[in-house]
Structure formats: structure tokens, C-alpha cells
């Protein structure tokens, strides 16, 4: 069983910065890819970044540039640095992985940017 834990959401003025942190349990954080995802009011849950166990990156174009993924395997642990916020990356933020058939969610931390 695979247990997703974020942590550092907040509030947080237009161009600011937050990181977001997410612990995993359990033994296969070493051979998946993560995931970060977020979902604001009113609109569907939206892929922002990866991270591929051999270190590739995906952005979504909305926070290419200003956000940045990464990894720490020996703490399993997968981190979100957002930097230059905008009013528009107003969500829950959810860490994710894929392993097999199996998907697991993280219960997501709030993050509210002011303009």
C-alpha cells in the first residue's frame, strides 16, 4: 500500500513563492514517475508537473519557467518549488503516482495566491 503526504500549502501574494513537499511510503517511490496536480474551483483536475525516475521533467505551459520539480529518492519524497505566483495557481495541489494498475493521491494542500 502506497500512502501520499503533501504539505506546504498556504497563502501567499501574487509573486511570491511557495515549495510544496509530498512523502511516500512504501517501497516502489524509487522506480515511478511523480506526478503533481491541481484542481481549483469550478475546474477540472489539470496535470502541472512530473518527474520520471530517471530525473526527466514535464511542465504544463501554464508554470513552465516558474515552477520546478524534483526528487529526493533516499527520502522519498518529491518537492514543487513555485516561484513568481499568480492569482490564477489557486488550488489544491495533489501529488500522484501510477504504479501498474494501481493510482494513489495524495489528500492535497491548499494553495491560495492574492493579487
Known amino acids: 500500500q502506497v500512502q501520499l503526504v503533501e504539505s506546504g500549502g498556504g497563502l501567499v501574494q501574487a509573486g511570491g513563492s511557495l515549495g510544496l513537499s509530498c512523502a511516500a511510503s512504501?517501497?516502489?517511490?524509487?522506480?515511478?514517475?511523480m506526478n503533481w496536480y491541481r484542481e481549483a474551483p469550478g475546474k477540472q483536475r489539470e496535470l502541472v508537473a512530473t518527474?520520471?525516475?530517471?530525473?526527466?521533467?514535464y511542465y504544463a505551459d501554464s508554470v513552465k519557467g516558474r515552477f520546478t520539480i524534483s526528487r529526493d529518492d533516499a527520502k522519498n519524497t518529491v518537492y514543487l518549488q513555485m516561484n513568481s505566483l499568480k492569482p490564477e495557481d489557486t488550488a489544491v495541489y495533489y501529488c500522484?503516482?501510477?504504479?501498474?494498475?494501481?493510482?494513489?493521491w495524495g489528500q492535497g494542500t491548499q494553495v491560495t495566491v492574492s493579487s
Open positions: 500522484n503516482l501510477h504504479y501498474g494498475p494501481n493510482e494513489y
Open positions: 512504501g517501497r516502489i517511490f524509487r522506480v515511478v514517475a
Open positions: 518527474i520520471t525516475s530517471g530525473l526527466s521533467t
